[in-house]
């Protein structure tokens, strides 16, 4: 059986990968802590795409094992978009 | 960001971390009151070996356990019933005990193996053993004990192996099962009331060279398949949905080996010459609720190239429309 888990962790790494090098390229361009603020979301999510690869690869017990980690990166990424969503401008 | 906004974020995150904590907490809380609680347990002796009735019925689970012991072909049952509404459910296991090797390790990793020389072998269920019936023992709980001759073939006509007459003093391997109502303080630990602990002890064995050891190979099977084997170190287990059977054993300097099988196992525990004893074995019921079987089954170890294939998938996907649109931008 092909492991869905593996695809959607690749998956999920480049994605965050591509939308965080986007969100970067935005904040050069515009400058705002907003702009900054999203990008690191995404960066943070692709950190948490980054930490799942490897544990998918050394810990048999790897969803366990990584499952209070990539919560609380979650958490980060979401303040980051809050806070993203509430600064001025 | 706020200060109010701030303080929020904050008493989110710590009511999120709080409440999967707490929840993780009493999950493995349930399940270790399930294992624990007391237990209605009445023996039986027989002849060739003893049976045991273990029961409960209460607001933590309706089960029963049935034990039993044959000392001719050496082999322990063990069957688990749930009559949990809607988790009703048997799991029958039977642990063998098959044979003492003494053997060579010729590989030198401490342990009886495909690579070492087997010198001599007591196949146990050919062995003239004998049965102490099953008493009750001072905490309410059962104990009996089967005995193992092990007359020496070193020397002589007879036997496989050439063996002679045999010594006056055989030697012997002993096996203590107990059980008990409530939980037992053990000089290895606790043992619960839905667990049969085997102490293993081996008295005077007949070596037959000076530089060899003894392995006891087991073989444990069930009408259920194997799960969770990642921690085959301490022990194995089977069933499906919350209830599992578990074959577990003390953590040993050289762990023991085992042959895995869809259905069980072959485990082979090795002694050292001047070590007499092993365990306890022991052979129980458990319950898990933490994680379904089938979610952790689902998140297998990492496959290289399937995961390969969804990084370049997705890095194609969002990234070529990603790169039209800044271009359209530019």
């Known amino acids: ?89 | 960001m706020s200060r109010t906004n701030l303080r929020l974020f904050a008493l989110f995150t710590v009511a999120v971390f709080a409440t999967a904590g707490a929840a993780s907490a009493q999950a493995d809380d349930t399940d270790e009151a399930w294992r624990e609680e007391p237990r209605e347990l009445e023996g039986r002796a027989m002849a060739d070996g003893f049976s045991l009735m273990s029961r409960r019925d209460s607001e933590l689970g309706s089960d029963r356990i049935e034990v039993s012991f044959s000392v001719d072909d050496a082999s322990l049952r063990y069957s688990f019933v749930s009559l949990e509404e809607g988790n009703e459910t048997v799991i029958v296991t039977r642990l063998a005990f098959l044979a003492l090797v003494e053997f060579r390790d010729r590989d030198e990793d401490g342990r009886y193996g495909l690579g070492d020389e087997a010198v001599q072998r007591y196949d146990l269920a050919t062995l003239d053993a004998r049965m102490a019936p099953a008493e009750p023992v001072l905490e309410g709980g059962f104990a009996a004990v089967a005995t193992y001759p092990l007359e020496n073939r070193s020397r002589g006509d007879e036997g496989p192996l050439g063996g002679d007459t045999p010594e006056l003093v055989p030697g012997e391997l002993r096996f203590v099962f107990r059980m008990s109502p409530e939980v037992r303080i053990a000089p290895s630990g606790r043992v619960a009331p839905t667990e049969v602990a085997i102490d293993v002890a081996l008295d005077r064995f007949p070596f037959q060279e000076g530089d060899t050891q003894v392995a006891l190979e087991t073989r444990f099977a069930s009408n259920r398949p194997l799960v969770d084997v990642t921690d085959a170190a301490s022990g194995l287990s089977v069933g499906e949905g919350v209830f599992s059977s578990r074959y577990a054993w003390p953590e040993m300097d050289a762990p023991p080996a085992a042959v895995l099988a869809e259905d069980g196992a072959v485990v082979a525990f090795s002694m050292a010459r001047e070590t007499a004893s092993l365990g306890p074995l022991r052979l129980g019921a458990a319950r898990t609720v933490g994680v379904p079987e089938e979610v952790v089954r689902f998140f297998t170890e990492g496959e290289p190239w399937v995961y390969a294939t969804g990084a370049l998938v997705a890095l194609v996907a969002a990234g070529v429309p990603a790169v039209m649109r800044l271009r359209e931008v530019r």
């Open chain 1, 1 to 89: 059986m092909v492991s869905v888990a593996s695809l959607a962790t690749g998956a999920l790494t480049a994605v965050a990968l591509v939308v965080a090098l986007v969100a970067l390229r935005a904040w050069w361009h515009a400058r705002t802590t907003k702009v900054l603020l999203l990008a690191l979301g995404f960066l943070v999510f692709f950190v948490k795409g980054l930490f799942l690869s490897v544990m998918l690869f050394i810990e048999p017990r790897w969803a366990m094992e990584s499952l209070v980690p990539a919560v609380f990166l979650d958490l980060v990424a979401i303040g980051s978009f809050h806070a993203a969503a509430v600064a001025r401008a």
